[in-house]
């Protein structure tokens, strides 16, 4: 069974940084595409990030960019996303699933929350 796990989010002022971790368990994932999602309150969930299989390939969204970092971990299994600058707007559950993401994928999520 697969099973994603986030964890990392917390509350921080603006400004501040935050690190992400997703831990992957239930099957392979070095050889797929991972992803970082999230959703703020009273919106789609939205992509943030993504990576390739080695980490020499990764996609931003226009918002992030230039603040947010995505890596993986040397077992593959692991992604990370490194978040700096953060500003209130990025205030979201953030998820990781594989990028496309797969619905039956989805995990609880782990939330981040800027003040201003």
């Known amino acids: 069974q697969v099973q994603l796990v986030e964890s990392g989010g917390g509350s921080v002022q603006a400004g501040g940084s935050l690190r992400l971790s997703c831990a992957a368990s239930?099957?392979?994932?070095?050889?797929?595409?991972m992803g970082w999602f999230r959703q703020a309150p009273g919106k789609e969930r939205e992509f943030v990030a993504a990576?390739?299989?080695?980490?020499?390939?990764?996609r931003y969204a226009d918002s992030v960019k230039g603040r947010f970092t995505i890596s993986r971990g040397t077992g593959k299994n692991m992604v990370y996303l490194q978040m700096n600058s953060l500003k209130p707007e990025d205030t979201a559950v953030y998820y990781c699933?594989?990028?496309?993401?797969?619905?039956?994928?989805w995990g609880q999520g782990t939330q981040v929350t800027v003040s201003s």
């Open positions: 239930g099957r392979t994932f070095n050889m797929y595409l």
């Open positions: 699933n594989l990028h496309p993401p797969r619905n039956d994928y």
């Open positions: 990576i390739n299989w080695n980490g020499d390939i990764t």
